[in-house]
């Protein structure tokens, strides 16, 4: 089952001379619970590419459809619904919301959404992150890795159709690094959670299914490794 497909998906900034293709004519599809690894060197559009996914950036022609939506197709307000219950995000510096707790940085998008969150999934989601002795704790009390791992509960409190990590072990040690992409390894294979990761790592890039390689704005190779 297809849960993303983008099709002849292009970006440019500038017109003339100054004309830069950021993504030129990209189309793949992802099934659902697959772990791909997008991978390229920077200004390759692989960044672009996840922003124009997560909704956060809009293309300049073409389509992506999450879970048989277009959403180049959603207004303003439609798309921050769908971006909020439907996609997932995690950033290399975290963005927790300083005077949040562990606990309320996690149910955010759940009380945006207006809902109430269901105690007994808040504290097994907090068990399978390992921050059960941290839920009350800030933010600037955490290390990095722990504030990583509220980050993607955070962004898989909704139960998304995509997950998408931006250089998620970017600004981490390489004993964290490998912590967390574990634990995204375990929601991918316990919750069927399918992942795409941004990252310039070699050893981050090898420990998913599929590697799409990006160069030019261009996909230069497509492969599965399992």
Known sequence: MKILETKNLCKTYGKGDTLVRALDDVSFSVEKGEFVAVIGPSGSGKSTLLHILGGVDTATSGQVLIDNTDISTLDETALAIFRRRQIGLVYQFYNLIPILTVEENL???????????????????????????????????????????????????????????????????????????SLLRKFNRELDQTIIIITHDEKTALSADRLIAIEDGKIVRDERRA
């Open 107 to 181: 149910t955010l998008p759940l009380l945006l959404d207006g809902r109430t969150p269901d105690r007994k999934q808040v504290d097994a989601l907090i068990e399978k992150l390992g921050l059960s002795h941290r839920v009350g704790h800030l933010p600037s009390e955490l290390s990095g890795g722990q504030q990583q791992r509220v980050s993607i509960g955070r962004a898989l409190i909704n139960h998304p159709a995509l997950l998408l990590a931006d250089e998620p072990t970017g600004n981490l040690d390489s004993e964290n690094s490998r912590e967390i992409i």
